[in-house]
Each structure stands twice: as C-alpha cells, then as structure tokens.
C-alpha cells in the first residue's frame, strides 16, 4: 500500500485526490500539508512540513508554488518522491525542481490526463504521417474564470506537432483582420465560456478531408485520477524528473 501525503488537501483538487484514494486498493492518504483544514477529516493535517510525522510514500501536490520550497526541503530530507500537480512556477520555481530531481524523483507535467497525454502522442504520429500537405490548427476550450490564453495544454499539442518538423513552424494565436493567405504557421485559438472544464481539438485540414482529434475534460476530476495514477507508479523509483510519457510508456 503506498502512503500519501495530500499537499493543498483544503482545495477543491486535494479533497477529488482524497475521495479517490478513499476508494483506492493500491494507495491510501495518511496525511495533509494545508494552512486550512477541511472539517471533518479522519486523518491529521498540518500546516508545515515539519511537523508531519507519518511514514509517507509519495507527495501529490495540488496547492502553490508558495510551499514548493518547503516541501522539497523536506521530501529531499525523507527520500520522498513529489508528484507536482501545481501551477505557476517562476523560473526560481523551476530551478529548485531541478535541483531536488537530483535527488529524489520528481513527477511534473502541463496536463495530468491520461487522455491528454495520449493525445499529445497521437497528433506527433499524425503530423509525421501527414507532412506538409495539411494545415494544422489547434483550438482550446475553458471556463469563464481562467486567466491565461492560450492553455498550457494547448502548447503542449502544438510543440508536439512542431516536433514532426523539427520546430519549424511559427505559431499564431487566433487572426484578425486582412492577414492574407495562411502560411506555414500552427493556429492557436482559445474559447473562453461557461463552466467548460477542458477541451482541445487538433485539426489536420488537406485537400478535400479533415482529421481532428479530440479530447474533453467533463471534470477536474480526471486531473486528480492521473495524479493518483502518477503517485502510484513514481513511488519507488530513483532520483530524476518524470512525466505522463514515462507512465504512458509502461501502459
């Protein structure tokens, strides 16, 4: 059984990360790290890392960048492996994840779906299939509240298919205007709306056919299950940074 260690157990994530390991024969949470505890919980939850005194297997982390440095700190001092499932990360940020990833396994990835990460493998095997001869446009789908355009997923997919041609497209995000006839570049274009969770199209567009592939988010929930799904199979491994691929990988 692997223990974790809920990291922003008070948000509206850790308490879908929790519910999941509720019903979870292979992971359990045996404690939280949170300035503010949910009512109600059977398990301890401190608001430092110096004062967790459980055995812990994994962290997930859903919380901020704020607690970052502490918790590293500390997953470092215990040899625990951190799955990081936040976001916002400054250069700073990313600079001390390198350095701890030296040390401990560290899981970080743009999009928790196992979907999603599926995607971002299929749209590299289409544009390489496909070549030159289609138009590639991506468009992004989210809620009324999110603050950022496009979608870290977004780019994801389009580096991904940039691959295909060895980064050699430009992207442009969304076109107004007399632009003139497309060019070689990869379209972006974002949707903002309503309570839509996640959704992002690949569209391939030749001469006479169109292929699009596609993935939706119906809920946050998904993200929570692939941070499960990671936690599950970082526990145990040696020092180095992981994502979606390597767990993809073994599938």
Not at 146 to 175: C, H, I, Q, W
Request: hydrophobic residues 45%; aromatic residues 6%; glycine residues 10%.
């Amino acid at each position: 059984m692997v223990n974790v260690l809920i990291c922003g157990i008070g948000g509206k994530m850790g308490a879908n990360v929790l519910s999941l390991l509720n019903g979870d024969g292979e992971a359990r949470a045996v404690c939280g790290v949170d300035l503010h505890a949910p009512e109600n919980l059977s398990l301890p939850v401190y608001k430092s890392f110096a004062s967790v005194a459980e055995k812990v297997d994994v962290i997930i982390d859903f919380s901020s960048p704020a607690a970052l440095e502490s918790e590293l700190e500390w997953a470092v001092k215990h040899g625990v492996p951190v799955v990081l499932a936040a976001t916002g990360y400054t250069e700073k940020h990313l600079k001390i994840i390198d350095d701890a990833a030296k040390k401990i396994a560290v899981f970080r990835t743009a999009n928790f779906s196992l979907g999603v990460n599926l995607l971002v493998k299929l749209v590299r095997e289409a544009a390489e299939a496909l070549g030159e001869k289609f138009d590639i446009e991506i468009v992004e789908k989210h809620h009324n509240q999110k603050v950022d355009a496009p979608s870290g997923t977004a780019l994801m997919l389009a580096e991904s298919v940039n691959g295909a041609f060895d980064n050699d497209k430009p992207y442009l995000n969304g076109r107004q205007g007399i632009i003139g006839k497309r060019g070689n570049e990869i379209g972006i274009h974002a949707v903002r709306g309503g309570t839509i969770v996640g959704e992002h199209d690949v569209i391939f567009a030749g001469d006479d056919e169109v292929i699009t592939l596609s993935h939706a988010a119906h809920s946050k929930r998904v993200f929570a299950a692939g941070a499960v799904k990671a936690a599950k199979w970082l526990a145990g491994k040696g020092s180095g940074k992981y994502d979606m691929k390597d767990v993809l990988a073994e599938l």
